[in-house]
């Protein structure tokens, strides 16, 4: 006899997580309330860690990877605004979360991994019209810049005096800057840490 052990729908959970997370929060736009609603996100953590998937904060999965808050993606999905023409590049966090939750809304995504996207190790020959990044930067290496196309955007987690905070940029005559946008909860991605120098 083979016994099986059912999942728990987690449907509620999901709606109670867009009602007391995002809505309080102001995101209300219906296209970021039907992806997250949509995506389950117990599916990107591993079994022993599933019934943390809708808390309000992070969650550490080990390496540097997290999955950060539904917060965090939702105002990033804002932020971002993707749009059915993109070519997005995703530089990930630790999971596939933030790459499912955008795939319907545009027309391609590729991703790396952060230590790729440090050294300049993109998807060859592209030039995107949108970033991703999934979790708070120090700085901007010009490799990942470099993969922005012309009147490209930018949306990512910044880290800005040892504080995390929501940022978007757009390159403008070659040029990317960040700016910051609120503060949040982010995890930080310490690949993009600037080199420690001296201090008196």
Same mark, same amino acid.
Request: charged share 25%; no cysteine.
């Given at each position: 006899?083979?016994?099986?052990?059912?999942?728990?729908?987690?449907?509620?959970?999901?709606?109670?997580?867009?009602?007391?997370?995002?809505?309080?929060?102001?995101?209300?736009?219906?296209?970021?309330?039907?992806?997250?609603?949509?995506?389950?996100?117990?599916?990107? =953590?591993?079994? &022993?860690? /599933?019934?943390?998937?809708? !808390?309000?904060?992070?969650?550490? #999965?080990?390496?540097?990877?997290? +999955? %950060?808050?539904?917060?965090?993606?939702?105002?990033?999905?804002?932020?971002?605004?993707?749009?059915?023409?993109?070519?997005?590049?995703?530089?990930?966090?630790?999971?596939?979360?933030?790459?499912?939750?955008?795939?319907?809304?545009?027309?391609?995504?590729?991703?790396?991994?952060?230590?790729?996207?440090?050294?300049?190790?993109?998807?060859?020959?592209?030039?995107?019209?949108?970033?991703?990044?999934?979790?708070?930067?120090?700085?901007?290496?010009?490799? =990942?810049?470099? &993969?922005? /196309?012309?009147?490209?955007? !930018?949306?990512?987690?910044?880290? #800005?005096?040892?504080?995390?905070? +929501? %940022?978007?940029?757009?390159?403008?005559?070659?040029?990317?800057?960040?700016?910051?946008?609120?503060?949040?909860?982010?995890?930080?991605?310490?690949?993009?840490?600037?080199?420690?120098?001296?201090?008196?």
């Amino acid at each position: 006899m083979t016994t099986t052990t059912k999942q728990p729908d987690t449907a509620a959970a999901r709606k109670a997580m867009i009602d007391s997370q995002l809505r309080t929060s102001g995101v209300n736009e219906k296209f970021v309330l039907a992806r997250m609603i949509a995506v389950p996100r117990e599916d990107y =953590l591993p079994e &022993g860690k /599933a019934s943390l998937a809708y !808390i309000d904060r992070s969650i550490p #999965l080990g390496d540097g990877a997290n +999955l %950060a808050s539904p917060l965090f993606y939702g105002k990033l999905l804002l932020e971002a605004d993707p749009r059915a023409e993109d070519n997005v590049l995703i530089v990930e966090g630790g999971t596939a979360y933030l790459e499912e939750l955008v795939r319907p809304l545009v027309a391609e995504v590729d991703t790396v991994t952060a230590a790729d996207a440090v050294a300049g190790k993109l998807p060859a020959g592209k030039a995107y019209s949108l970033i991703m990044v999934d979790g708070a930067i120090e700085q901007l290496p010009p490799a =990942l810049a470099s &993969g922005l /196309a012309d009147d490209g955007r !930018i949306a990512s987690g910044l880290v #800005l005096r040892q504080v995390t905070r +929501l %940022a978007s940029g757009r390159k403008v005559a070659g040029q990317v800057s960040l700016q910051a946008v609120e503060d949040l909860g982010i995890p930080v991605l310490h690949d993009f840490d600037k080199p420690k120098g001296w201090t008196f």
